[in-house]
């Protein structure tokens, strides 16, 4: 049991890991990705792209800071 535990808690912080690289790049990239991504996949959606994109970028760090601790997990 321990070392399935230690296993799921390595792969979620894994997980983590990766969410918090991919926002960061979004940070440092916003008129970038705006431009190649939102605006191009996601037109539809109200209001600017920098918007959307400044918008994932903090959910993916957000998130990724509440999955490392544990939260609702």
Known sequence: QTVVDL???ALRLG???LMVHHG???IQN???FSAK????????LPG???????SAAATQIAGAGL???????
């Not at 991504?37 to 539809?44: D, N, S």
């Not at 999955?67 to 997990?73: K, N, Q, R, V, W």
Request: hydrophobic share 55%.
């Open 7 to 9: 296993g799921i808690t």
């Open 15 to 17: 997980t983590c890991a």
């Open 24 to 26: 960061f790049d979004k």
């Open 30 to 32: 916003v008129d970038a």
């Open 37 to 44: 991504v939102v605006a191009k996949f996601f037109g539809f």
């Open 48 to 54: 600017p792209p920098q918007f959307w994109t400044l």
């Open 67 to 73: 999955l490392s601790i544990g939260f609702l997990s």
